[in-house]
């Protein structure tokens, strides 16, 4: 049987240990929502036309999405699936030390862009756009990804170690991918269940109030 006592004493070890990477990629994501939101108010005019030109189209968007929604998942999940590969391959990699925070200030960057222009445009109806079409499967995105370049960064910051010095008392090399590649199917596996939420739930949510949002 599982020990959930010792696992979950295992895993505050690991976040309190590894605190300041965790912060760095907090903070990246939190400087790349910010920056996204402020990207809407410098939008030009024609730029702005486009976009709202995108959104009166919306609802036969969701239409497609939903009777081809088989398609639509499987590239999401493949989408996903490559995305952790590339963070993988990053982790593996001294360069993942300087990348990694970089992607996740591009994935804030666009959920903040994509919030902020919902709402500067429609007001209350783009905050409950934004909350039914973009909220429910960030629940399980956004973890994945934080998680995704914490253990990303914790493996490239062990390799470093590796390379600058030895250590007698460190775990061997072939244990350690094996652990780190797990841990990234963890992570892997909640971007899966984000993509059956964008695929299945989210379209739903959105026709269900696509007369009252306007769309």
């Known amino acids: 049987m599982i020990n959930y006592g010792y696992s979950m004493h295992k895993l505050n070890y690991f976040f309190r240990r590894y605190s300041l990477f965790l ?11 910010i920056t996204g939101s402020i990207a809407v108010k410098v939008l030009s005019y024609q730029q702005k036309e486009e ?3 995108y959104l009166g189209d919306f609802s036969g968007e969701v239409e497609k999405l939903i009777v081809n929604r088989q398609v639509v ?5 493949l989408s996903n699936l490559k995305f952790v590969f590339v963070l993988w391959l990053l982790g593996l990699s ?10 996740i200030f591009f994935r804030g960057f666009i959920l903040g862009f994509t919030v902020g222009f919902l709402v500067d445009e429609m007001f209350f109806k783009g905050f409950l756009l934004a909350a039914i079409a973009i909220f429910p499967q960030n629940l399980f995105m ?6 995704g370049a914490l253990f990303c960064l914790v493996f490239a910051f062990k390799l470093s170690i590796r390379i600058v010095g030895q250590n007698d008392h460190a775990p061997n090399f072939s244990t350690v991918i094996i652990n780190y590649s797990l841990l990234m199917c963890m992570s892997a596996g909640l971007l899966v ?4 939420i964008e695929t299945y739930l ?8 696509s007369n009252f949002l306007g769309t």
Do not use: Q
């Open 193 to 196: 269940m984000a993509a059956v």
């Open 51 to 53: 976009l709202v030109n």
């Open 142 to 147: 956004l973890p994945s990804l934080l998680l």
């Open 202 to 209: 989210t379209p739903l949510l959105i026709s269900l109030f």
């Open 94 to 103: 001294l360069v993942g030390i300087v990348f990694i925070p970089l992607i």
């Open 23 to 33: 912060l760095l990629i907090l903070i990246s994501l939190v400087v790349g929502i």
């Open 73 to 77: 998942f499987k590239e999401l999940v």
